[in-house]
């Protein structure tokens, strides 16, 4: 793990303004800069960057985040990636925690990897480009192929010479442990010997989310029965096959800008359709799609749309494992190119508007796509289509999210016209299937579950009405400035014997914490704050904005505020100082305070006539009666401090 010196030396030297900038084109206005929205598309600039508080928020789509959020989302890194960009981009030297001598000398064998890899690619690449073999075989195969220089050099094609060791002896003579050459799967020993194991092939190199080179394809040039067409890195610390997908590093921005992830077969589908201009574009390899590879795509997009070959292995290379993105709530649709061509060829024929043009008109619904292909295979054959029943509820059944409800139902009414079954005995097949995946989880679960709240709308509680949440969100308003003000104004003086923070706590802790804001995420955000505070520490809303904790971050940077400036057109209007927010914080520390004070008093309220509605002792009653007149008259007290009249 990254030490919290090193973490603390990279977030010393964040610019927001310069990181994000390096992305998206920037313009001062007035305290803030503005740009083109990166992660969707629009034509006037709502990319808000505050380089004050070092936050962005797009008021276009309401993307918004930190530094460091920020190179997750457009970059698709961890939160570990992203520290480690950071600190190359400002030349922070990256100390590691105490670890087990296990995970080190893993972490180790990682780092020996990457670098082995990334000396074969530039080895294999200099080869291609610079060696009479390389540009005589091998470049000249590629440009026969209708790749451009342009496009090679962008995905880093290389080539390994038919020398026996070419590589192995430069690798060697440079340094690198056989034995890692061996994991690597660039190099092997038989009979004592070392030699090259991808010689006389063409080298895809395959990339991680942050360009580093985990594996290689390696494709035979020359004809040859005995040898496999492709040959591919074995599994080792940085490879893992399931959690790989080809042109990922590529494709991730124009995924997330497109909404949309084109999902083809091999390495050369994705360079010729990246050469067309279509960069949505990652490859599976022809193998199952796996979890691991289903949320990697989900990282960027809920829409996947397969386009693979239309013959039969096409075919089934397409309905592999896609029971599974259902799982992941993924849109899948399906696109088989016709005429036994394949993406790579279909593009270089038609051109890339037609390419378009075909996958817009030609998406097939999977559920609906593979009931077609069962009901054709099962033909007139009663227990086949019995099978196939069996199989579309299976399929359909694992739609069991609660946000895909009326999708699933969609589903179940379409699959019964077209078996033309009764509607309600699928619906029943359907939960059948779905209570035995509960039933087989609930088994592997722990049998001791912490108790949870029930939701509104959700375990029989009923749906709060329009009122109640518009009360709610109100509320929830009111909790997020207090929490905002204490964030923001918490070191600022009070007055001459407390700071802003000593005051809140005292004002909060006398009235109660869990009676004041009803928001645990905000509770935990204020507790966090005051165990810094009381440790001595002087926290401020920066603490927060790059805590590892990611959703504690997210929520302070939702709530934070951007500067709203006073325009100079009001300003020639009126004459004299116009007070700031900064000038006025002694009074929004007041009101929001008041406010929550206020709402609580109003729930005694109406717990006490509530009490009083149930009583029948005229003893009761008196007290009750007092009760009300005594927090009627705090309610009144503090509406007057506010200016503001009572609230129903």
Known sequence: MISQNSIQQILSRIDIVEIVGSFVKLKKRGANYLGLCPFHNEKTPSFTVSASKEIYKCFGCGRSGNTISFLMEHEKYS????????????????????????????????????????FAQKFFSDTLFSSE?????????????????????KFQLGYNPEARDGFTRAALDSQYSL??????????????????????????????????VLGFGARIIKKNDKAPKYINTPENEIYVKSKILYGSYFARQAID????????????????????????????GGTSLTPDQLRLIKKYTNNLTIVY?????????????????????????????????????????????????????NKKDFILFQLDIALKDAGNDSNKKSLVVNQVAETISRINKAEDFTRQQD??????????????????????????????????????QPYTEPIPGIDGEPEASPEALALFNRDEMHEQAMIRSLLEFGLKPWNEEQKVAEYIFKEIEENHLEELIDNRELVRVYQTYKAWYEAGLEPTARNFLYHDDLPMSSLVVGIMDFNHEISPNWKEHFEGHIATREELYASEVFSTLNYLKLRKIKRL????????????????????????????????????????????
């Not at 000249?140 to 090679?152: N, Q, T």
């Not at 034995?179 to 038989?190: A, D, I, M, P, Y």
Request: aromatic share 6%; proline share 2%.
């Open 309 to 361: 070959d239309g013959d039969n292995a096409g075919i089934k290379a397409a309905l592999r494992g896609l029971d599974l993105a259902l799982e992941e709530s993924l849109n899948v649709k399906l696109v088989l190119i016709p005429d036994g061509e394949d993406p790579d060829s279909y593009v270089n024929k038609v051109g890339a508007a037609a390419f378009n043009e075909f996958v817009r008109d």
């Open 79 to 118: 939160y570990v990636e992203a520290l480690r960009w950071l600190a190359a981009r400002y030349n922070v030297e990256i100390e590691e925690t105490e670890t087990s001598p296990e995970y080190k000398q893993q972490q180790q064998v990682a780092d020996s990897l990457y670098i082995i890899n990334g």
């Open 133 to 153: 073999e390389g540009q005589d075989i091998a470049l000249s195969y590629l440009k026969e192929r209708g790749f451009r220089e342009e496009i090679i050099r």
């Open 411 to 448: 589903y179940i009414k379409q699959c019964a016209e077209i078996l033309r079954i009764e509607e309600s005995g699928l619906h029943a097949l359907v939960n059948k299937f779905i209570r035995e995946k509960v039933n087989k989880e609930e088994q592997r679960a722990s049998r001791e």
């Open 605 to 648: 309220m109406d717990e006490n006539q509530r009490d009083l509605e149930r009583t029948t002792s005229p003893e009761d009653q008196m007290m009750l009666v007092q009760t009300h007149q005594h927090l009627k008259q705090m309610e009144i007290e503090l509406t007057k401090q506010l200016g503001t009249v009572i609230f129903r």
């Open 179 to 212: 034995e890692l050459l061996q994991k690597s799967g660039l190099v092997n020993v038989r009979d004592g010997n070392a030699y090259d194991n991808y010689r006389g092939r063409i080298i895809f190199p395959v990339h991680n989310q942050s360009g580093k």
């Open 257 to 284: 800008k497109a909404d949309e992830c084109l999902l083809v077969e091999g390495y050369t589908d994705v360079i010729s359709l990246h050469q067309a201009g279509i960069e949505n574009v990652v490859a599976s």
